[in-house]
């Protein structure tokens, strides 16, 4: 199973600007989190402090990473990137040692 942290950023072009419908907003979104957690499609998930963007970490399939991205769009823009465990870096290189 591959890993990719994605980090995203909301599409603040489509937020409302009344804060009761932005709170709701933002509620609901956090509830999709949970569920996506919950189902294992995200092993983790995050906001950083701007509130504006954050990150996930996917443990899942290339097309089920990018199905589920699906869901948050066009609310969130999204930067993906495959990452490799340190054990697998060192399969890499310590071949090219001998």
């Known amino acids: 199973m591959a890993k990719y942290l994605?980090?995203?950023e909301v599409n603040q072009t489509l937020l409302p600007?009344?804060?009761?419908?932005?709170?709701?907003?933002?509620?609901?979104?956090?509830?999709?989190?949970?569920?996506t957690m919950k189902e294992g499609k995200a092993t983790?998930?995050?906001?950083?402090?701007?509130?504006?963007?954050?990150?996930g970490i996917y443990e899942t399939t290339a097309l089920d990473t990018y199905k589920s991205l699906q869901q948050w769009a066009p609310y969130f823009k999204f930067n993906v990137q495959e990452v490799l465990s340190?054990?697998?870096?060192?399969k890499t290189f310590k071949p090219m040692m001998k």
């Open 86 to 90: 340190v054990d697998d870096l060192l």
């Open 6 to 8: 994605v980090t995203w």
């Open 17 to 35: 600007t009344n804060p009761k419908e932005l709170a709701t907003m933002v509620v609901f979104l956090g509830e999709m989190v949970k569920q």
């Open 44 to 55: 983790d998930w995050g906001t950083f402090i701007d509130g504006a963007k954050g990150y």
